[in-house]
C-alpha cells in the first residue's frame, strides 16, 4: 500500500497523514475497482523484458519487486534483483536446457497418407544424419559427382523443403559416403560370414574405352539360412599393369584375405582368358593348405556364357561379309539426322511399316546384339532393297 513517508521529526502530524493516506486509498478501492491496487506489481511485470523470462517466472515480494526467478523447466530458483542482471539466468538455460529448445525446434510438420487415401498431417522430428544419409544414397545410386552438393540450385531445394538443413561441402558429403560404405561393408561380411556353407566367386577384367583403364570387379555368391541365393559385389578397384596371371592373383589373394573368405571359398567362375589359367595356379599355392575342398578339383569353373559366346562368334564369321554390310548401313544413316529422318518417314508413308523398331548396330563382342540388329534390319528388307 502507498504511504506517504514524514520524517521522525514529526511523528505526530505523520501518523495524521498515514491515517488520512489510508482512508484515500480505501476510497479509491471502493470507486475504481481492485485494478489500481496491482498497477505497482503490472509495472513490475512490464520491465521485465528480456527473453530470459520466457523460461523463468518472477517471485516478488511485498514491494513489488521481483528478488527470485524460478525455472519453469527445473524449477530450480535463482536472484531475479535488477541490479543483478539476467546473464546468470541465460547461462542456467544454455547449459541445463539447451537440448530441449533444440529438440523443439528440430518438429516440423509432415503429411502422412492414411489406409483410406486421405492425408493427415502429424508432427516430424528433423534427423540430420538421417538426412545426409539420403543425400549419400542419391548421389552414388545416380552417379553424381559430389561437387553437386555446392550448386546453388541444389542448396536452395533443400533450404526450402527444410530450413533446418545446413549447408555441407563435398569433402563432408565424401566422409559420409566412405563411413557408409565401410558400415555396409562390415555388416555385408558379417552376414556372408555367418550363412551356412561355402561361398563361390565370379570374376572379371576390362578395360574402359573413356578412361583407359583397367578394372577388376569380383562378386560373392551365396545361400543364407532361408536357402535363398545372394550376390554381393565384393571387389571393385583400378588395377595397374602388368596384367599377368600373377598380379591378378595378388588382387584376388588381398580381396579374400580382407573379407576373411580364405577358408570359406568353394569355386571361382572365370572366362577362357590364357591368363586365368596362371592366377588360379598361383591363388592355389597362396590359399591355405586344406582350405579348399575336394583338393581344389572345382577351385576354377569354366564360364559358360563366354564358351557360348565363342561358339557363336566362330558361327558368325560365315556371315561375316553380309554383317558388315547391314553394320556399314546402319552407321551411314545414323550419321546424319536428316537421312535418318528420310528413312522413317519413307517406311511409314511408302511401305506402311511401323517405325517403332529402332536401328541398332550391333557389339561384336555380343553375339545377341548381332541377332538383334539382323532382326530389324529383316524387318525393313525391301526399304533397304
Same mark, same amino acid.
Given at each position: 500500500?502507498?504511504? %506517504?513517508?514524514?520524517?521522525?521529526?514529526? @511523528?505526530? *502530524?505523520?501518523?495524521?497523514?498515514?491515517?488520512?493516506?489510508?482512508?484515500?486509498?480505501?476510497?479509491?478501492?471502493?470507486?475504481?475497482?481492485?485494478?489500481?491496487? &496491482?498497477?505497482?506489481?503490472?509495472? =513490475?511485470?512490464?520491465?521485465?523484458?528480456? @527473453? $530470459?523470462?520466457? &523460461?523463468?517466472?518472477?517471485?516478488?515480494?511485498?514491494?513489488?519487486?521481483?528478488?527470485?526467478?524460478?525455472?519453469?523447466?527445473?524449477?530450480?530458483?535463482? =536472484?531475479? *534483483?535488477?541490479?543483478?542482471?539476467? =546473464?546468470?539466468?541465460?547461462?542456467?538455460?544454455?547449459?541445463?536446457?539447451?537440448?530441449?529448445?533444440?529438440?523443439?525446434?528440430?518438429?516440423?510438420? @509432415?503429411?502422412?497418407? @492414411?489406409?483410406?487415401?486421405?492425408?493427415?498431417?502429424?508432427?516430424?522430428?528433423?534427423?540430420?544424419?538421417?538426412?545426409?544419409?539420403?543425400?549419400?544414397?542419391?548421389?552414388?545410386?545416380?552417379?553424381?559427382?559430389?561437387?553437386?552438393?555446392?550448386?546453388?540450385?541444389?542448396?536452395?531445394?533443400?533450404?526450402?523443403?527444410?530450413?533446418?538443413?545446413?549447408?555441407?561441402? !563435398?569433402?563432408?558429403?565424401?566422409?559420409?559416403?566412405?563411413?557408409?560404405?565401410?558400415?555396409?561393408?562390415?555388416?555385408?561380411?558379417? $552376414?556372408?560370414?555367418?550363412?551356412?556353407?561355402?561361398?563361390?566367386?565370379? +570374376?572379371?577384367?576390362? *578395360?574402359?574405352?573413356?578412361?583407359?583403364?583397367?578394372?577388376?570387379?569380383?562378386?560373392?555368391?551365396?545361400?543364407?539360412?532361408?536357402? *535363398?541365393?545372394?550376390?554381393?559385389?565384393?571387389?571393385?578397384?583400378?588395377?595397374?599393369?602388368?596384367?599377368?596371371?600373377?598380379?591378378?592373383?595378388?588382387?584376388?589373394?588381398?580381396?579374400? !584375405?580382407?573379407?576373411?573368405?580364405?577358408?570359406?571359398?568353394?569355386?571361382?567362375?572365370?572366362?577362357?582368358?590364357?591368363?586365368?589359367?596362371?592366377?588360379?595356379?598361383?591363388?592355389?599355392?597362396?590359399?591355405?593348405?586344406?582350405?579348399?575342398?575336394?583338393?581344389?578339383?572345382?577351385?576354377?569353373?569354366?564360364?559358360?556364357?563366354?564358351?557360348?559366346?565363342?561358339?557363336?562368334?566362330?558361327?558368325?564369321?560365315?556371315?561375316?561379309?553380309?554383317?558388315?554390310?547391314?553394320?556399314?548401313?546402319?552407321?551411314?544413316?545414323?550419321?546424319?539426322?536428316?537421312?535418318?529422318?528420310?528413312?522413317? +518417314?519413307?517406311?511409314?508413308? %511408302?511401305?506402311?511399316?511401323?517405325?517403332?523398331?529402332?536401328?541398332?548396330?550391333?557389339?561384336?563382342?555380343?553375339?545377341?546384339?548381332?541377332?538383334?540388329?539382323?532382326?530389324?534390319?529383316?524387318?525393313?528388307?525391301?526399304?533397304?532393297?
Amino acid at each position: 500500500m502507498n504511504q %506517504i513517508f514524514i520524517r521522525k521529526n514529526y @511523528k505526530g *502530524k505523520g501518523r495524521m497523514v498515514r491515517r488520512w493516506s489510508c482512508l484515500l486509498y480505501l476510497r479509491i478501492l471502493l470507486v475504481l475497482g481492485p485494478n489500481v491496487a &496491482d498497477q505497482g506489481q503490472s509495472q =513490475s511485470a512490464f520491465r521485465l523484458k528480456s @527473453k $530470459v523470462w520466457q &523460461d523463468f517466472t518472477g517471485i516478488s515480494n511485498n514491494d513489488d519487486d521481483v528478488i527470485i526467478a524460478e525455472c519453469n523447466h527445473c524449477k530450480k530458483r535463482l =536472484s531475479g *534483483k535488477s541490479s543483478n542482471g539476467t =546473464s546468470h539466468l541465460s547461462r542456467h538455460t544454455e547449459a541445463m536446457h539447451k537440448t530441449d529448445n533444440a529438440t523443439l525446434n528440430n518438429y516440423f510438420l @509432415k503429411d502422412e497418407i @492414411k489406409d483410406d487415401g486421405t492425408t493427415a498431417f502429424k508432427n516430424g522430428k528433423f534427423d540430420v544424419q538421417a538426412a545426409r544419409m539420403a543425400i549419400s544414397i542419391y548421389l552414388v545410386s545416380g552417379f553424381h559427382p559430389f561437387t553437386i552438393v555446392e550448386e546453388e540450385g541444389f542448396r536452395h531445394i533443400m533450404n526450402t523443403c527444410c530450413p533446418q538443413f545446413k549447408a555441407i561441402s !563435398r569433402r563432408t558429403i565424401k566422409r559420409e559416403i566412405m563411413a557408409m560404405f565401410l558400415s555396409r561393408r562390415k555388416d555385408t561380411m558379417e $552376414v556372408i560370414l555367418a550363412a551356412p556353407g561355402r561361398v563361390s566367386f565370379t +570374376s572379371d577384367n576390362w *578395360k574402359s574405352e573413356v578412361s583407359k583403364h583397367s578394372y577388376i570387379c569380383i562378386t560373392c555368391h551365396y545361400i543364407d539360412a532361408d536357402w *535363398k541365393l545372394n550376390k554381393r559385389i565384393v571387389w571393385f578397384k583400378k588395377i595397374d599393369p602388368p596384367y599377368d596371371g600373377a598380379s591378378i592373383a595378388d588382387e584376388v589373394h588381398l580381396a579374400f !584375405r580382407e573379407w576373411r573368405f580364405e577358408k570359406k571359398v568353394m569355386c571361382i567362375t572365370l572366362d577362357n582368358a590364357a591368363y586365368n589359367d596362371r592366377m588360379i595356379n598361383c591363388l592355389r599355392i597362396r590359399l591355405s593348405k586344406g582350405s579348399l575342398p575336394l583338393s581344389s578339383k572345382f577351385f576354377q569353373i569354366r564360364c559358360c556364357a563366354h564358351i557360348l559366346n565363342l561358339v557363336v562368334q566362330t558361327g558368325l564369321t560365315l556371315i561375316d561379309p553380309a554383317a558388315d554390310k547391314l553394320r556399314d548401313g546402319i552407321m551411314y544413316l545414323k550419321a546424319s539426322g536428316t537421312r535418318l529422318y528420310k528413312f522413317y +518417314s519413307t517406311i511409314k508413308t %511408302i511401305f506402311n511399316l511401323e517405325e517403332s523398331r529402332r536401328l541398332k548396330p550391333d557389339m561384336p563382342i555380343r553375339w545377341n546384339s548381332t541377332y538383334t540388329m539382323c532382326g530389324c534390319c529383316l524387318y525393313y528388307r525391301e526399304v533397304f532393297q
